[in-house]
């Protein structure tokens, strides 16, 4: 069984939902990143997503794109965000999951990217403009041993999301609302009926839900209609102006007592 999966539903079967963190790979301080990393698991994070800095990003929207930005500028790529996985799981084994672009790893090499990130322990990868129809393709059961996560929307058929269902592996990724990253201040009914839809559609994978999500009381609304959450732009936003790391901590255990 994957990994993921495992770690998903050893949440689930306590009584809880998986907290899946988003983190921009050496941001805010490319030096100091893998202790940031490290201390959010600390702080309650089943699950590190580490996103890969890219300049053209199709889903994140203005926080997390100003957090690429600044890594980039600090000399980030792939390859470094690899690195940082394999130090972070010297030091703790909870599940590490890339999610980036497929620019970076066509011009790595699909190959060499696979090589390196098993290697570099690296457990999932989600890759948010890679289509269903591109899926087969791409992966070809190149990828065995790590997760790819394929993505749902507000606008994907039941059809679509069984077809989804079948070719994700670890979990499927609901993305909650129509547009890019960021917190929201409510949600529509509108939401929670496709949320709860999606969920029953869902057959043969753990359900994610992420885009939006920003505390505690985010994380009980959607909670009945998921395995887990995944959080990003609210962690980002809380790096970009503490210094000490400590009310970003905080916040994680806040979502992780909610979950």
């Known amino acids: 069984m994957s990994y993921i999966r495992e770690t998903i539903e050893r949440e689930n079967e306590n009584g809880k939902k998986a907290l899946a963190v988003y983190l ?67 030091r703790f084994p909870n599940p590490i999951i890339l999610m980036g672009y497929l620019n970076p790893i066509i011009k790595m090499g699909v190959e060499k990217f696979i090589s390196e990130a098993r290697e570099r322990s690296v457990d999932g990868l989600i890759i948010p403009d890679l289509p269903l129809e591109e899926h087969v393709k791409l992966i070809d059961n190149r990828f065995d041993g790590i997760d790819v996560t394929l993505l749902t929307t507000p606008t994907s ?85 503490d210094k000490s790391n400590k009310t970003t901590f905080e916040l994680i255990a806040n979502l992780k007592s909610a979950c």
């Open 157 to 241: 058929s039941k059809e679509r999301i069984g077809r989804i269902d079948e070719a994700s592996q670890g979990f499927i990724y609901c993305v909650s609302v129509v547009g890019t990253t960021g917190v929201r201040s409510r949600f529509s009914d509108d939401t929670m009926a496709n949320l709860k839809r999606t969920y029953e559609a869902v057959k043969r994978n753990k359900m994610m839900i992420g885009f939006g999500i920003s505390n505690g009381d985010d994380v009980k609304r959607f909670s009945p209609f998921c395995d887990g959450v995944i959080v990003g732009s609210a962690i980002i936003k809380s790096l970009q102006k």
């Open 24 to 90: 921009t790979a050496g941001y805010p301080h490319k030096d100091s990143f893998v202790d940031l990393a490290c201390g959010a698991i600390e702080a309650g994070a089943d699950i590190i997503e580490l996103g890969v800095p890219f300049s053209d990003p199709l889903a994140d929207g203005p926080v997390i794109q100003e957090s690429s930005y600044a890594a980039l500028k600090n000399g980030i790529n792939l390859h470094q965000t690899l690195v940082y996985a394999k130090e972070i799981k010297k």
